[in-house]
């Protein structure tokens, strides 16, 4: 059966605003049920382990697929037994999928273990992926010959223009789209909040949180 693993934050505050902050559980749900649909299995891993932080932004609480995350206990039961990313080998795995919201931008790239599964699904011809904030995984993200893996490829995060319109600029440790122009990646995006998918190789990522379903269905017609 073909796995997917999905890494999501661990990281809970909103730099110094006083707000909570954590993985976008739109961007978990909606790529969740289109791997599991499928016929994937899927893992989850965090930095830490353990029960990461859900935020449900205004306007998704009906979502079905958001609501239906939230109650199934199966998920839910993964969810609370997320393995931390040291205890996590990346020889099960064809693709890993990074799962964005704000934490992100903390926690994804001050993991080694989490490069070091993604450089190594890579390596074996695998799928390494990432939408919204996810690819902050990918800014320092190097292959065994030290190379950036995002260098001279195409690639799509959430924009500079995005961030501006939420207002946390200042609240960022980085502009994840200078960040990645920075490291040599040829950024790619659409209009503010319009999904937008990026394909380089087996390098697969998304801009927002309505990339997060189309970016999972390129994904499973890559891996099918």
Not at 44 to 73: C, N, W, Y
């Amino acid at each position: 059966m073909t796995k997917v693993l999905m890494a999501i934050s661990s990281h809970d505050v909103l730099g110094d605003t006083g707000n909570s902050t954590g993985y976008s559980v739109s961007e978990a749900a909606h790529p969740y049920y289109v791997f599991t649909a499928a016929g994937f299995e899927v893992d989850f891993v965090s930095v830490k382990g353990g029960t990461p932080p859900p935020v449900v932004f205004d306007g998704e609480e009906d979502d079905p697929e958001i609501v239906k995350f939230l109650a199934e206990d199966a998920v839910q039961a993964k969810l609370a037994a997320t393995r931390p990313a040291s205890q996590v080998e990346s020889d099960d795995y064809a693709a890993i999928f990074y799962v964005g919201g704000h934490g992100a931008m903390w926690d994804f790239p001050a993991s080694p273990d989490l490069a070091r599964i993604a450089a190594g699904i890579y390596e074996r011809g695998g799928l390494v992926s990432a939408v919204c904030h996810g690819p902050a995984a990918l800014v320092d993200l190097r292959l065994s010959d030290g190379s950036l893996l995002v260098a001279g490829k195409q690639v799509a995060s959430f924009t500079n223009e995005e961030e501006d319109s939420v207002g946390l600029v200042d609240a960022m440790p980085f502009l994840l789209e200078d960040r990645l122009k920075e490291r040599g990646a040829l950024h790619t995006k659409a209009p503010n909040y319009v999904g937008h998918t990026a394909k380089d190789g087996r390098l697969l990522t998304g801009q927002n949180p309505a990339s997060a379903a189309p970016l999972a269905k390129l994904i499973v017609a890559e891996l099918s």
